[in-house]
Nanobody, 125 residues
Framework: QVQLVESGGDTVQSGGSLRLSCAAS????????MAWFRQAPEKEREGVAG???????KIADSVQGRFTVSRDNAKKMLHLQMNNLKPEDTAMYYC???????????????????WGQGTQVSISS
């Protein structure tokens, strides 16, 4: 049973930084692609950043240059470092896992099978 648990969400001022973490369990982490998504109120869920099982990284244009993503296979962890945060980054952030055959780098919701419950990030101006 795949379990993904996010942490690190908080309320910070514009220009600040946060580091989100996702702890994975219940499956062979090394064989899955991982990603972060976010969903703001009344908006669709969007892919933010992903890391393939081979270590290749994909960052969405909307956060390029401000967000970085990393995975620790030994600890089964996924991290999202968010710098220079803006009010428009306010959203619920979700960790997601995609099977090895999925088109993970598309950062499309339909490519990802397993999801965490989310952690709230709020940015005040």
């Amino acid at each position: 049973q795949v379990q993904l648990v996010e942490s690190g969400g908080d309320t910070v001022q514009s220009g600040g930084s946060l580091r989100l973490s996702c702890a994975a369990s219940g499956y062979d982490y090394n064989y899955y692609h991982m990603a972060w998504f976010r969903q703001a109120p009344e908006k669709e869920r969007e892919g933010v950043a992903g890391v393939g099982r081979d270590g290749i990284i994909k960052i969405a244009d909307s956060v390029q240059g401000r967000f970085t993503v990393s995975r620790d296979n030994a600890k089964k962890m996924l991290h999202l470092q968010m710098n220079n945060l803006k009010p428009e980054d306010t959203a619920m952030y979700y960790c997601a896992a995609a099977p090895y055959y999925a088109s993970w780098s598309s950062l499309l919701e339909r490519a990802y099978t397993w999801w965490g419950q989310g952690t709230q990030v709020s940015i005040s101006s």
